[in-house]
């Protein structure tokens, strides 16, 4: 469940008598999914020292993101998402005129649909990415109590998500049968089989029935700010990444579903807990680092007359 933000707050920033000193390193991410929250819970694990700026493009937040937003040293920015970065200066812009620099920025930004959710789309099971793994899993085990049976799947989709999506319903049992011709409708789930949906129509009134039905359809990230920081992307789309993470543009990072590795959304090649992790775990090396060499270059100056 979302808690609704109220319209006049435009950011929840955290206690400044416990936030970070004048000059520490800042972080902004642009994105406010489950990658960006992993990634503010790992480096608030890892006590970044720094600050750390959110900026979402929604104006609710669940409760999970509002929680991060407590943190001291984080500044969640509802309803303001980047849209514009300026690499040479390292500042961010946002659609309503604000401005916030960076030394390190993090895009997070996810992915959207290729086409528009197939009507009753709600009443199935989605994989996008790898982390809709467990939620597949848990909800095949409880309809496979249910139904005293192994479940007959229906898996709509073409592509590696397909793929992926087949392979996890054959590991918890189900027999899928898969189909890559998009579907009109989903039949509405039936008189005491819980939400999952029975079936899907096709436009020439055809259908198919099974005890549950995953939606594993394309996906395109989210890499509209690549043009605006001169970032490379992926033939496919998606901001290409090394394996650190780091874009082709120092200073810019890149995870979730907005990123993309040899060509592949990220999403569907690590969780996005792991990648935060990793993540985090870097951009704190590299905040040390620079950190380090900035107290170097200050011990090396000459003292005040």
């Known amino acids: 469940m979302s808690a609704p933000a109220p319209s006049t707050v435009t950011s929840v920033p955290g206690a400044p008598a416990s936030g970070p000193a004048a000059g520490s390193p800042r972080i902004v991410i642009a994105g406010a999914g489950p990658a960006a929250q992993a990634l503010v819970s790992q480096l608030n694990r890892a006590r ?3 600050t750390v700026t959110v900026l979402s493009n929604r104006d609710d937040a669940s409760a999970e993101l509002l929680d991060l937003a407590a943190l001291p040293q984080v500044s969640l920015r509802f309803g303001q998402p980047a849209s514009f970065v300026d690499a040479g200066t390292r500042t961010v812009s946002t659609a309503d005129g604000m401005e916030f620099g960076y030394d390190h920025l993090v895009i997070a930004t996810g992915s959207a649909p290729e086409e528009a ?3 009753g789309a709600g009443h199935c099971l989605s994989y996008s990415t790898i982390d809709d793994a467990g939620a597949i899993g848990a909800a095949v085990r409880d309809l ?4 005293g049976r192994r479940p007959l799947g229906i898996l709509v989709g073409t592509g590696t998500a397909a793929g992926q999506a087949e392979a996890v319903l054959r590991a918890r049992g189900v027999r899928p049968i898969r189909t890559t011709l998009r579907p009109a409708a989903v039949k509405a789930p039936v008189s005491g089989s819980g939400s999952n949906a029975s079936g899907i129509v096709f436009a020439d009134g055809s259908s198919m029935n099974g005890d549950l039905v995953v939606l594993a359809e394309e996906r395109v990230s989210r890499d509209g700010l690549a043009a605006s920081a001169g970032l490379r992307t992926a033939p496919g789309g998606g901001i290409a990444i090394s394996q650190d993470f780091r874009t082709s543009v120092p200073g810019i990072w890149a995870i979730g579903d907005a990123a ?6 990220l999403g569907l090649l690590v969780a996005a807990a792991s990648a935060a992790g990793a993540c985090a775990a870097k951009l704190m090396t590299a905040t040390s680092a620079a950190e380090g060499m900035a107290a170097g270059v200050a011990e090396r100056l000459p003292a005040a007359a």
Request: aromatic share 12%.
């Open 117 to 119: 959710p197939v009507e």
């Open 260 to 265: 993309a590795f040899d060509g592949v959304r």
């Open 144 to 147: 496979t109590t249910e139904l």
């Open 48 to 50: 970044f020292g720094g």
